[in-house]
């Protein structure tokens, strides 16, 4: 692995102080219909809303100082550049988030609003990417991406060792570029290696899911969903997070749009406003598409959904 238990801890030291270890909570509704214990991991309650503050911090704070200089860069679906300006701003660094037409605008502003230069490039967060390599070619600047980068996985990875003292059978972890699903995978495999890790996705525009059944990195043409935060590509030269889910992912189970609403509305019925993305474990465990055999984990990965989006999808079941 290019990401080691050992780097994943050394994470865990860096970023203490700068993220919180957020709280597990039991869903009690789902518990008792599907008569196996379900946590919920509440990784929303992070600052920006969002788990992406783990592995944007840990790059941030791996950088020497002349890159930090230089300032950073990245491309994002939204919470990666919320949170990677959130840390620029802690540590004094000039940030820029390259973003595709795609990204909600609440998550363009929450970007703004912390300070960042904004780059709206493109339908895809591959055109964003373009952008980005620019930056880095003729600006000088560092890029951080979102997902394929060691320290960035390294820090998503944090989750890991906060969930496995409950040895769960099954981890439900949010699939997108595979930042957050290798992390943590990396780490459970090693501190509960009975656990299963399961990636979660929509049906449409779902890269890694893609990638995985073709066995190689491939394009896929993005279209708008309630998990917005899972759309983009993998890269079709993915140095890191492909191969780790491909080796430790159990399985990858992908969503419909009205599974995800139907998530999203079991969660705010118990009092967690979370955006789509968060809510696909909890939508598969609805959905009859996973079937816990024992204590599992779902990960509530980001809550930044528009309030005027949320309204109507919980209206929908009034």
């Known amino acids: 692995m290019s990401v080691t238990l050992d780097d994943i801890r050394a994470a865990a030291g860096r970023i203490r102080g700068h993220v919180v270890e957020t709280p ?30 783990r592995g944007a911090t840990n790059a941030i704070l791996s950088l020497a100082p002349d ?11 939204g919470n990666h550049g919320r949170a990677l300006a959130h840390a620029a701003r802690a540590l004094g ?52 991406p979102p997902f394929d980068h060691e320290a960035v996985v390294a820090g998503q990875g944090t989750l890991g060792p906060e969930i496995a003292p409950l040895t ?5 972890v949010p ?9 943590v995978a990396v780490a459970i495999k090693a501190l509960s290696p009975a656990t299963r890790v399961i990636g979660l996705t929509m049906e449409n525009g779902a890269a890694m899911a893609a990638s995985l059944a073709a066995g190689h990195p491939v394009e896929v043409a993005e279209s708008p969903s309630l998990a917005d935060s899972l759309g983009g590509g993998i890269g079709l030269q993915n140095r890191v997070t492909f191969a780790i889910c491909r080796d430790l992912l159990d399985d990858a189970i992908l969503l419909t749009e009205a599974e995800i609403a139907e998530g999203i509305r079991h969660l705010g019925r118990a009092g967690h406003v979370v955006e789509g993305a ?33 309204a109507r999808i919980m209206a929908e079941a009034a």
């Open 24 to 53: 597990m909570v039991r869903d009690e509704v789902l518990s008792a219909r599907l008569g196996q214990p379900v946590w919920l991991k509440c990784e929303y309650r992070q600052a920006t809303g969002a788990f992406k503050l």
């Open 67 to 77: 890159a930090l200089a230089r300032g950073v860069v990245t491309a994002s679906t």
């Open 93 to 144: 660094v000039p940030a820029t988030v390259c973003l595709s037409r795609l990204v909600p605008g609440n998550k363009v502003q929450a970007i703004r609003d912390l300070g960042a230069t904004v780059r709206i490039t493109g339908a895809s967060q591959d055109e964003a990417m373009v952008e980005v390599a620019r930056a880095v070619a003729q600006e000088g600047m560092t890029e951080i």
């Open 168 to 172: 769960p059978d099954a981890v439900l």
């Open 175 to 183: 699939l997108s570029g595979g930042g957050l699903a290798a992390g």
């Open 278 to 310: 968060a809510s696909v474990g909890t939508a598969a465990l609805l959905a009859g598409k996973f079937v816990p055999q024992g204590p599992t984990v779902t990960i509530l990965s980001g809550a930044n959904i528009d309030p005027a989006l949320h």
